[in-house]
């Protein structure tokens, strides 16, 4: 017996090293980048290195191991596997500034296509603070209060597209609130600010509707102490990103200040 369950752990920490090769490949390329670049630019920054390192396992983390299977039937870890891909890995990989980064080293005419497409009418469109925030917690609303939370786990396909959209949804939010890579459709930091408040409001006022109202197939106290991790676990993410927000509007205006004396002794 005790056999049998030494092999079953060694197989599953087997199945989850081989699952876990292509994100241990993104943290290789992005390594790669950094040195392959480093003759013609400056040093790339080390907090960005550990900042795309972290937010990498902590997608890994959300879609493999333990808690990735605890989530299947347990809320509460599937609350922790949702500010982990949705929220704190969307942060940590922007922080990363990866477009930065593949600008970096691109050669010249694949660099202007990637600007190309930053500067079209679709990334525009996906990418407006409005649009991002709709996408972002508008399909939580959907996943949580709807069908489609228990649906998707009896379907792998709709399984993965869940994940994925969580994800890319997090990540644009956060991209379209704090300006790190180039951002060619801006806008300003009052209108971002006033969005961001809606966008954190509808994220609160979903885990107190999950709260009160269970997703299908979840217990009520389960419900309760996942909602409880989704509210308290996203406001402690969401100071981060307002933290970033004001220090990026106080280094312009010290930016701007220091402009002011060398304009006037023109």
Not at 190 to 203: D, E, K, P, Y
Request: proline residues 4%.
């Amino acid at each position: 017996m005790q056999h049998e369950h030494t092999n079953h752990v060694t197989y599953n920490l087997f199945e989850m090293f081989l699952w876990s090769i292509p994100f241990q490949l993104l943290i290789v390329l992005y390594l790669y980048a950094v040195v392959s670049t480093k003759k013609n630019y400056r040093a790339w920054p080390i907090y960005r290195i550990v900042s795309f390192s972290l937010g990498i396992i902590c997608i890994a983390t959300a879609l493999i191991g333990p808690i990735a299977m605890l989530s299947h039937t347990n809320f509460t870890a599937h609350m922790v596997g949702h500010l982990l891909l949705g929220m704190l890995g969307p942060l940590l990989i922007v922080i990363s500034a990866p477009i930065t980064l593949l600008l970096r080293i691109l050669k010249v005419n694949h660099a202007r296509k990637v600007s190309m497409v930053l500067r079209s009418r679709y990334v525009q469109i996906i990418s407006h603070p409005l649009v991002a925030s709709v996408l972002n917690i508008g399909g939580l609303w959907i996943l949580y209060t709807t069908d489609l939370f228990e649906a998707m786990h009896q379907s792998v396909l709709l399984y993965i597209l869940v994940h994925v959209h969580v994800f890319l949804a997090g990540y644009v939010f956060t991209a379209s609130m704090i300006y790190i890579d180039p951002t060619p459709h801006r806008t300003t930091f009052r209108f971002r600010t006033l969005v961001f408040i809606c966008a954190l409001a509808g994220h609160n006022i979903l885990s107190k509707w999950i709260y009160a109202n269970p997703p299908s197939g979840v217990s009520k106290a389960d419900a309760e102490l996942g909602a409880m991790t989704m509210y308290y676990g996203g406001d402690l993410i969401d100071v981060w990103i307002i933290i970033i927000m004001c220090y990026q509007v106080y280094k312009l205006r010290v930016l701007h200040l220091n402009e002011i004396p060398s304009l006037i002794n023109k």
